[in-house]
């Protein structure tokens, strides 16, 4: 199994596993795999300090995708806020219920 990992692992746990460097696809493509990953871990988080823990490892990644795409933060944050000001926060706590999937 390979899983991506931060950089200061191969010198922390060096016997427990081998470790090779990815190409920058396989990069792009492991940190999709790892930003699915670190999301359903904020999903399991059941304490306060267990959910700012993985939403550091979430944010971790985020950044990680957008150095790898050249992408700064900002230009991310200022496409955010415009969606702010045309569709909103979450902070009404909506849902959406489509007839169909009524129960």
Do not use: C, H, W
């Not at 988080?45 to 150095?67: F, H, M, P, S, Y």
């Amino acid at each position: 199994m390979k899983k991506l990992v931060r950089d200061k692992i191969p010198d922390i746990i060096p016997d427990e596993a081998t470790f090779e460097v990815l190409s920058n696809e396989d990069y792009r493509l492991s940190l999709r795999d790892k930003i699915t990953e670190e999301a359903t871990e904020v999903k399991k988080a059941e304490t306060r300090a267990n959910l700012v823990e993985e939403l550091g490892d979430l944010e971790e990644v985020i950044r990680a995708i957008l150095e790898d795409a050249s992408i700064t933060y900002e230009e991310m944050d200022s496409l955010r806020q415009a969606k702010i000001n045309q569709k909103g926060k979450f902070a009404q706590k909506f849902v959406m219920i489509k007839p169909d999937e009524e129960s």
